[in-house]
């Protein structure tokens, strides 16, 4: 199992509002990356959202030691080549700690960035895109000619191949995207659903995978709201559910609106674009609450309980086929660190904490040992 962590603005304890919305600047972000890294995730995701990935990961990067960047990039809006130039070079510099998360983007974003193409064609000109970006990041010469790339003796000076080429993920909801996911990447992304349909979307792409001779790692990015007890989690749940008002939903539909993204269309039938009286009349499977929804774009499912709980709940995601999951709370600072204290422990993953120079302890080894058994060795 790997466990990341979110590491894209807006934060806050409630960031649908102005009076919960956090300013998030760069010490602030030095922060949240310097904590997964001490926490032991397995990495941040650096999405699409107010900040430039590129440039928030390669900011972040000196600061860190072990975590690594899932950097989103949009087909369209860069050169595969020039992508390719840019991943190696910081897969170079960082040590092999970059991941690249492919973004086909929906038609009500992409527009502001000159880019205006139906859904369908987006996923080709991505299909096209990984033609020619895989080989590059293997080292390979790419001559290439399709409907939307021309490429001419491609070829970079940096060494690529399993050493340093970063592992491609990818998400989407539809036919198109999952036959593109089949045929190019490492690891298929998924929003938000429930265990058992994940586990259908799961099956439906592995199959695919398997008639091009390929397999595919699969994740979830979700939310998380972990407390001592269930009792508390909910509560907490109903004192975000107390801030969602008609102006927060409203703001959230508008940025909607237009969308031609099957995830957003799945999300949103989750919670059916309704607020009803009690924020647990939105709990969609046990433990799973769709309200963040109504507030947020994207995946909008949270999983909540105590730590045993959402222990509980990730390994039931992991028994559906889930290696990966890409997890956030608000405020991310704050819950990284709840998290990170109160359930990574209990997770088969693999930590690393280095508190200096030449040290041979790691998270992993510490918490299967008993406690009185640390002081003794460290001494």
């Known amino acids: 199992m790997e466990i990341y962590w979110y590491l894209t603005a807006p934060d806050g304890h409630q960031p649908w509002n102005p009076s919960g919305n956090r300013p998030v600047t760069y010490p602030y972000l030095q922060q949240v990356a310097r904590a997964v890294d001490h926490l032991g ?7 699409t959202g107010a900040h430039d990935a590129w440039i928030l990961a390669s900011a972040l990067l000196p600061y860190t030691e072990r975590m690594k960047f899932l950097v989103a990039i949009q087909p369209g809006l860069i050169s595969p080549t020039l992508l390719a130039k840019m991943a190696l070079t910081f897969s170079h510099f960082s040590r092999g700690r970059l991941l690249l998360n492919i973004v086909s983007g929906d038609a009500n974003t992409l527009g502001a960035y000159g880019l205006n193409l ?3 064609e987006r996923y080709a000109l991505g299909d096209e895109f990984l033609s020619v970006l895989r080989p590059l990041l293997n080292g390979e010469t790419v001559t290439f000619k399709g409907r939307h790339l021309d490429i001419r003796d491609a070829r970079l000076a940096l060494p690529g191949g399993s050493a340093h080429a970063p592992e491609l993920w990818f998400g989407g909801s539809s036919a198109a995207a999952h036959e593109v996911a089949a045929k190019h990447v490492d690891t298929y992304l998924t929003w938000g659903e429930t265990p058992p349909q994940a586990a259908a979307k799961i099956a439906e792409v592995r199959e695919r995978a398997a008639r091009h001779g ?37 703001a959230r539909q508008a940025l909607a ?7 957003q269309a799945r999300m949103t039938a989750l919670h059916g674009d309704r607020r009803p009286p009690h924020a647990r009349d939105l709990e969609i499977y046990p433990d799973l609450w769709a309200g963040i929804g109504l507030v947020r774009p994207g995946p909008g499912t949270a999983i909540v309980g105590s730590p045993a709980t959402v222990e509980a709940r990730l390994r039931e995601y992991q028994a559906a086929g889930i290696d990966v999951f890409i997890l956030s709370g608000f405020p991310l600072l704050e819950e990284a660190y709840r998290f990170g204290e109160m359930v990574l422990p209990r997770l088969p993953v693999a930590r690393q904490l280095t508190e200096e120079p030449g040290s041979r302890f790691t998270w992993g080894s510490i918490w299967d040992r008993p406690v009185d058994s640390i002081g003794k060795e460290r001494a």
Do not use: N, P
Not at 216 to 230: E, Q, S
């Open 257 to 263: 609106r237009g969308s031609d993204s099957v995830g």
């Open 118 to 120: 139906e859904h369908d």
């Open 214 to 250: 390929r397999t595919l790692r699969f994740g979830v990015r979700l939310y998380v709201i972990v407390r001592d007890t269930d009792e508390k989690a909910w509560a907490a749940v109903d004192e975000l559910y107390a801030s969602m008002d008609e102006q927060a939903i409203a």
């Open 41 to 47: 995730f397995s990495g941040a995701l650096c999405a």
